[in-house]
């Protein structure tokens, strides 16, 4: 019922940025708490960012100073800025959604398929 795209992932070397998007699609009527996880080989999938309907964001802090969250409610998308880059951040980036559909009273998590971000030394 709700499809979340994300584009924005490549190879950048240490220093650099990307912009991250994700797009949500489907029979949308709200969404609350939209977000970023990233997942490195080997290790655990980690919690980035969280962004509210309102624009509220927290970041891990490996990541604060350096990446900025943000969305645009009428296009149900959200970006991620990541600037500075560094080689740890080389990692798949997926999105999530808190999403409320049509002829439904509750909020249910989507997730994008993933979008992979390579940090060069």
């Known amino acids: 019922q709700v499809q979340l795209v994300e584009s924005g992932g490549g190879l950048v070397q240490a220093g650099g940025s990307l912009r991250l998007s994700c797009v949500a699609s489907?029979?949308?009527?709200?969404?609350?708490?939209m977000g970023w996880y990233r997942q490195a080989p080997g290790r655990q999938r980690e919690l980035v960012a969280i962004?509210?309907?309102?624009?509220?964001?927290n970041y891990v802090d490996s990541v604060k100073d350096r990446f900025t969250s943000s969305r645009d409610n009428a296009k149900n998308t959200m970006y991620l800025q990541m600037n500075s880059l560094k080689p740890e951040d080389t990692a798949v980036y997926y999105c999530?959604?808190?999403?409320?559909?049509?002829?439904?009273?509750?909020?249910?998590?989507?997730w994008g398929q993933g979008t992979q971000v390579t940090v060069s030394s």
């Open positions: 999530y959604a808190n999403v409320r559909t049509d002829g439904t009273t509750r909020f249910d998590t989507y």
């Open positions: 489907g029979r949308i009527v709200s969404m609350n708490n």
């Open positions: 962004i509210s309907s309102g624009g509220a964001t």
